[in-house]
Structures are given as C-alpha cells and as structure tokens.
C-alpha cells in the first residue's frame, strides 16, 4: 500500500469514528471498529477515542507517522444513523475503499432532512400525546401534552436554525412547561401539579441514552468518555430541574405541590394505545425510513411489556432494569435479520419509554423539595437500573454468541450467529 492511500485509510477512520461519536455510539464500538477495519485495510494503526474527538495514527514510515484527528461539531440526525451503520458495517470487513468510504460519509453529513420543519414539530406533538397515554392517561392531560408538544417543538426547530439558542431550549421548555401547567391547575381549582404531567412535552431532553452510554463505557474502563456522559447527562437533567423550580419561584408554587403520583382516568388499556401513537410521532419527529416502522413497534412494545412485567413483580426500581436487558437483547436479535435495521438505532426510541428516564427528572425536581432526602437516591437507582439492564442484555448476547460459535465449529458447520 502507498503512503498516499495509508493517509486516505487514516483520514477515513478518524473521520468516521468522530461521525460514529455525533451519532452517539459508545468509544467501545469506536474502537472497535477502528481495529477491525485496519486490520481488514492491513494497516495498522492507534488511536484515541473520546465522545466528541477522534485521533488515528498511522504506521511509522520513512518520512514520519501520519496522524490525523476529526471532530463532527453537531450531532447526527436520527435519519443519519441508518446510512451511517451501513458504512461502519462496510469498513469493518473493508468492503468499501478509503476513498468511497469518504464520498460516502460526505453524502450522509450533507444530507438534508427528510422532512420540513411543520412535519418535524407535529411529530414532537403526536410523540408527547403518546407518552402523556403512558405516564398520565387522563383527557385533560393529553390534551396539554399535545398542545406542550407542539410548542417544544418549535423551540427545537428555532434552537436548531440558530445556534446560540440551542443550548438554552431545554431550560427555557421545562420554564414554559411549568408555567403554562401551573398557571393553568390553579385556574382550574387543582391542589397539585402532577409532575407526570410536564414529562411528555419534556421528554426529548430526558438523558437516557448518555446515561446509559456512561455506564456502558465506565464498565468498559473508557473512564474518561464515560465519565464525562455522565456529567453532560446530569447537567441536562438539572437544567430541566432548574426550568421547573424558577417557574415554581415565579408563580410563588410550593414545592410539595408537585405531586409524582400517576392518575389513569381513561382506562387500562391507554398506556398500550400511547405507545404506538408514540411510534406514530417518532416517525414524524425523527424521519428514519418508512421500513422502520414495523420494527419500531416491535421495539417498543417489547420494551413497554418487560418494563410493565418488571414493576408489576419485581417493583418500580427493577423494572428499569428488565426492560433494558430486554431492550437490548431484542434490538440485536432483530438486527442480524436480513433487510432489519442497526441495532443502535432500535435501542434509542425504547430508552425514552422507560420510566427511570422521566423519575429521573422527578427526583431531582423534589430534591429541593419535601422529599428531598430520599429522592436524589431513588433518582440515580432508577437511571443506573436502565443502564445496567443493557449492560446485562449485552453480557447475556456476547455468551450466547459465543456458545453458538463454539457449537457451529464443533459440528464444522458455519458459525450461524456472526
């Protein structure tokens, strides 16, 4: 291989890491594929891998070491991450060249969405009605959610077209949430503010996935990456948090007024009906390919049943847990069949259906409340119980796979699982 194609192969890499870290893959997988596709090039090289930065060294040579370092500035859309597991999938059995694996990834960062911004906001609207059926099945409580949904949803589209806003959206939509929700029950009599009430609308800022993506990393030892998703994760819910206590401030509400109790007023069968209306604005909200809606739906319920069968026999805490593990263990099933979508992609809508997401903003908002000496506690059990449900479903995975490795080279037929 010559110097100028090895510069092309560590170009490439560096560049698809830091594009596989905007679009939220764990450093493990990184790496993995970092090592895998230079082996596959027959090249090989170091690295250094962090969420946001990518750095790829080349070998010694003659007239010094090429290295090259790439950082994606902003996040990848959901409808990116199809053509981009593709690509992974492409490098990492060195099926596609250096230099078409970067025409390619040129194709997938400029592509434009693939809905207008009306679509992009109804969606939002359409994905909080279904998850106000899940957390707070009540007429009244649906309609404010869609409404809220609908209004988030255009603080998203302006955060988006102007940058210096982006970073203020969730503080200043958990403040407008808050306000018109509290404003709102005391027009109408109530003696609380249900706090399941202000999740749907909220829920896109809710840091599931970065919460789950530090624990997965920590226990990988990446400390470094793992440790700082936690932090962003943490600063993301207290954001939130803030939003919600200024308004509290604002309106002179007390704190124990904001009640976490769930009221059903519709029926048993509404939190099953929210989640596919869920899948519904999810759709719309975050424009993947039409063929991902019948996996959708089969990702989702399927998380929805393990959470549900989880509270009801194991409690509150554990069915976080459950629905994770299985969570994660259907999405890489459903992954190695022909024609299914990346498994990555099929985790991230399940994570913010799982309930120790919402308690977590829950938690923190009554920490300064009347409950605060339990509720900071229950908060990083019920987020960490998430993310340990996915570590167990991958553990679980990796030994099923390698017993069904070891029994295919016994019997001397192909391994039927890689």
């Given amino acids: 291989m010559t110097e100028t194609a090895t510069h092309q192969q560590i170009r490439f890499l560096a ?12 450093v493990t997988l990184v790496r993995q594929m970092v090592e895998r596709a230079s082996a596959a090039y027959g090249v090989p090289s170091d690295y250094v891998a962090f969420p946001n930065h990518v750095q790829v060294i080349g070998p010694i040579t003659e007239s010094g070491t090429p290295v090259k370092a790439a950082h994606v500035k902003d996040d990848l859309r959901f409808d990116q991450t199809f053509p981009l597991a593709r690509l992974v999938s492409d490098a ?100 609380h503010v249900s706090l399941r009430a202000l999740i749907p609308p909220l829920a896109m800022f809710l840091p599931g996935a970065a919460i789950t993506l530090s624990v997965v990393e920590l226990t990988a030892r990446d400390v470094i990456s793992g440790s700082s998703r936690l932090i962003a994760g943490f600063m993301q819910i207290a954001q939130l948090a803030f939003g919600i206590l200024i308004a509290t401030q604002v309106l002179g509400t007390d704190g124990s007024q904001l009640s976490p109790e769930a009221i059903n007023k519709i029926g048993p069968w509404a939190p099953w009906l929210g989640v596919a209306v869920y899948s519904v604005g999810v759709m719309l909200f975050l424009a993947p390919p039409l063929s991902f809606l019948p996996w959708l739906v089969l990702i989702t319920y399927t998380a929805f049943t393990a959470q549900f069968v989880g509270d009801m026999t194991l409690g509150s805490y554990a069915s976080g847990f459950c629905g994770g593990l299985v969570l994660t263990v259907a999405a890489l099933t459903i992954s190695r069949r022909s024609g299914a979508p990346p498994a990555i992609t099929l985790i991230l809508p399940g994570f913010w259906l799982l309930v120790p997401g919402s308690m977590g903003l829950i938690g923190v908002t009554e920490l300064f409340g009347a409950d605060g000496d339990s509720a900071f506690p229950a908060t990083v059990i019920s987020m960490i119980s998430v993310a340990l449900g996915l570590q167990a479903g991958l553990v679980i995975w990796q030994l099923v796979k390698r017993r069904a490795t070891r029994r295919a080279l016994g019997d001397g037929r192909p391994d039927p699982v890689q």
């Fill in 15 to 26: 560049r698809l890491g830091a594009t596989m870290g905007a679009a939220n893959y764990p």
């Fill in 92 to 191: 990492m059995t060195g099926r596609v060249r250096p230099v078409e694996g970067e025409a390619r990834l040129d194709r997938i960062l400029q592509a434009p969405a693939r809905f207008p911004s009306w679509v992009t906001v109804l969606g939002y609207g359409v994905q909080s009605a279904g998850l106000a059926l899940v957390l707070e099945p009540s007429p009244l409580n649906l309609l404010v959610a869609t409404v809220l949904g609908f209004m988030v949803g255009v603080f998203c589209e302006a955060g988006r077209r102007v940058g210096l806003l982006q970073h203020l959206v969730p503080a200043v939509s958990a403040f407008a949430v808050s306000v018109i929700c509290i404003a709102g029950a005391h027009r109408l009599g109530f003696d």
